[in-house]
Structure formats: C-alpha cells, structure tokens
C-alpha cells in the first residue's frame, strides 16, 4: 500500500486549486482576484502567463510587490502593462523577450517607470524590443546597479550610451548581450576600461557592424573570466581576431565561441 504523506498531500491539493483557477479565471473579477493570498497569485501568475491565457486586467489585480521574478516574453502586452509592473518593488528578474518577433510595446517611457521603482532588478531582458532607446537603458543602468544580466540584442536604436551607463554604473555586470544594437569599439573600450571587466563572463556582439578587432582583442585582454564570446556576422572583424584569441585563448576557460571572419 502507497502512503502520502501530509506535504504531497498539500503539493497535490495546491496544484489543483491552481489548475482549478486558472481554468476558470474569467469567472474571477477584480474583487475575487485581489483578495487571492500573495503566494497564489505570483503562481497564478506564472502558469497563466506561459499558457498565453493572462489579460492585461487580470496581470494588474494579481501582481503585487513582493514579486521576485516576472516572466512576461509570452504575454500581449500594451502601453499600460509596464506601468503595471513597476508596482512591483522587489523584483529581481524581469524578461520582456520578444519570443517571435520585434516587440513595439515596450520603450524608453515605460522602462524608465520600470528602472525608477524596481531598483533590486538583477537580471533584465529586453531582446528585440525595438523602441527602446538610451535613455532607457541610461535610466535603467542608473537605478538599477545591482545588474549583473542584461540583454539589449536587436535593440537596433542603441548605441555606446547605453553601453557606457552600464559600464559606469552597473560594477556587478557578468553577462551582456548587445548584438544587432549600434555600439562600437569606442563603448567597448570603457566596458573594457569599468570596474565589470574582471568580472564579465559573456557577452554577444553578433551584427554589431561598427565592433572590430580591436574590441575583440581588448576583451579577451581585460577580461579574465571571460569564457562565452559570440561576434559572427561583424564585418569589420577581420582574421586578427582569431589570431589574438589563438594566443590568449590558454587564459581563459572559452566555453563557445562563434565569430565570422571577413
């Protein structure tokens, strides 16, 4: 005979509520959903939002500021959806991916209300968010220095400003993602140049068309616990660089390396 015990008992209780709920959510209105205990609703929150089932409505009466983590790639957002989130105070991690393509509705604005309320955000993703700007990510970098994750790819609009707030203010930075944005190797050099360079251990630059050698030789350079390093699809990234990390490559742990020589 198979005997469960009191917390299976609880897990298997609790994942029904949650599976009940979630199935009958448009039942709930605002009234039913506040008064949700916290713990649910961050669960809530997470179930609803993967199965792509959460409305704008429901997301602004289930968040609440004891959030952590907040996973929002796979859910229609609108001009008011970051307004709603920056009520969240103690969130750490944020990601706003564009999972299929460009996403229009989050900008400068919006992630400016984010960077000025959520200051313990460790962890931000902004992947193919087009309209974002560097006054954002400036806004961000400036208020958020706890940052040690932050990916900016196919944020075609940025430039070396961004690049340089989060060097300035974001000492903790250990993974970067700037590919397809606009940086060159003037942003590169004061990344390089930052109290993050020691501690940096990845970084995307694929399609950065203004990044060349030189960058790639000063990061391998300043960076000694570098170890995922992507430059594919660069232009002015010449063979000098696979000759450079041919001779620094016994420094570092290299786990990938992805690059185009043209």
């Not at 790639?73 to 105070?89: K, P, R, Y």
Request: proline share 2%; aromatic share 4%.
């Amino acid at each position: 005979m198979n005997f469960i015990s009191s917390q299976e008992r609880v897990d298997r209780l609790l994942s029904y509520c949650l599976q009940s709920i979630a199935k009958h959510i448009d039942r709930f209105n605002a009234d039913n959903l506040v008064q949700i205990p916290l713990f649910l609703k961050t669960l809530l929150i997470d179930l609803l939002t993967k199965r792509g089932t959460l409305s704008s409505s429901q997301l602004q009466w289930l968040l609440h500021a004891g959030i952590q983590s907040l996973d929002l790639s796979s859910f229609e957002m609108d001009a008011e959806t970051l307004g709603i989130v920056s009520i969240c105070v103690a969130l750490e991690k944020l990601d706003l991916n564009a999972n299929k393509s460009e996403r229009v509705e989050v900008d400068s604005e919006g992630l400016k209300r984010v960077a000025t309320n959520c200051k313990r955000l460790r962890w931000i993703s902004l992947r193919r968010c087009v309209r974002v700007t560097d006054d954002g990510v400036q806004e961000l970098a400036r208020n958020c220095r706890l940052l040690n994750t932050v990916n900016l790819g196919g944020c075609t609009r940025l430039t070396d400003a961004s690049l340089i707030a989060l060097a300035e203010h974001c000492p903790r930075l250990k993974s970067l993602n700037v590919s397809k944005t606009q940086v060159t190797d003037a942003g590169i050099r004061r990344l390089c140049e930052s109290p993050a360079a020691p501690l940096l251990t990845e970084i995307h630059l694929e399609g950065c068309e203004h990044v060349t050698d030189e960058s790639i030789e000063l990061l391998l350079r300043t960076c000694p616990q570098l170890n995922f390093i992507l430059f594919h699809n660069c232009p002015n990234v010449t063979s000098q660089s696979r000759l450079a990390l041919q001779q620094l490559r016994d420094g570092h742990q290299l786990r990938q390396l992805s690059w185009t020589v043209y």
